[in-house]
């Protein structure tokens, strides 16, 4: 345990490059693995990442820092983000943004979790700008913080739409689960906060497209987990 437990170089090294990209893949989080033992001559086992990230995430306790493991929710595969723990709201955001850029960000995260499929358009998040009540913003303005905020991993965007970055998902999952209780919902098959979801309209559960598409892969027929009614979404 002791070994364990050994910060090295390479965890450093590993630490400081997944810092710069906020998040990654699980499959490039296993080459930076593996890439960083070799620089610095340690022991590897391609096996052993949890591990190694464990002895990083003791020695990031002090810090109120962890590197979480998640899912996206668009290919449904592992992600690493490294998540600050200090603070459990959007306060955590509130020294990049000014205080109309945070009041923008809350109603975009209203949208979204209010949202059936859990997207908000453009249209919807700028007619905001003119009604906000700490500063008004100029349409132009608006957008300008839009691409801030998928720069800076907070949302993502797909043809016009917007959602929540996973890297925001998996920093500010207690958050919205505490702040949208009864709103936000958990998925039925992994148990994390669910934004992209499909809902099941007879007992309102709730599941990831990629969970929804695992889940039935092998039924010819789809019913809900949870109520055994039939599932009328389009399977992805
Ligand atoms: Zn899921
Ligand atoms: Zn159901």
Redesign the pocket.
């Known amino acids: 345990i002791a070994m364990a437990a050994q910060m090295t170089d390479s965890h450093r090294r590993f630490l400081q490059i997944l810092m710069s990209h906020g998040i990654m893949e699980g499959s490039e989080a296993r080459k930076l693995h593996r890439h960083c033992c070799e620089i610095h001559k340690v022991y590897y086992a391609h096996d052993k990442l949890d591990d190694f990230i464990n002895t990083i995430n003791i020695h990031l306790q002090p810090l109120f820092m962890q590197i979480r493991k998640g899912m996206s929710e668009d290919d449904g595969r592992v992600r690493y983000a490294l998540v600050n723990l200090a603070e459990t709201e959007i306060t955590k955001m509130a020294s990049d943004y000014a205080e109309n850029e945070l009041e923008l960000f809350r109603k975009i995260m209203d949208l979204i979790i209010l949202s059936e499929n859990g997207f908000a358009s453009s249209t919807e998040i700028l007619n905001f700008a003119d009604q906000l009540k700490t500063k008004k913003m100029k349409k132009k303005e608006a957008e300008q913080v839009l691409k801030l905020f998928v720069e800076d991993k907070w949302l993502s965007e797909k043809n016009g739409e917007y959602t929540l970055h996973t890297r925001c998902i998996m920093e500010m999952e207690q958050y919205i689960l505490s702040n949208y209780q009864g709103v936000a919902r958990k998925c039925n098959i992994c148990h994390s906060l669910a934004i992209q979801s499909q809902v099941?309209e007879?007992?309102?559960?709730g599941m990831h497209l990629p969970c929804v598409g695992k889940y039935f892969k092998a039924q010819t027929e789809p019913h809900?987990p949870?109520?055994n009614?039939f599932w009328p979404h389009e399977i992805p």
């Open positions: 099941c007879t007992c309102g559960i809900c949870h109520c009614d």
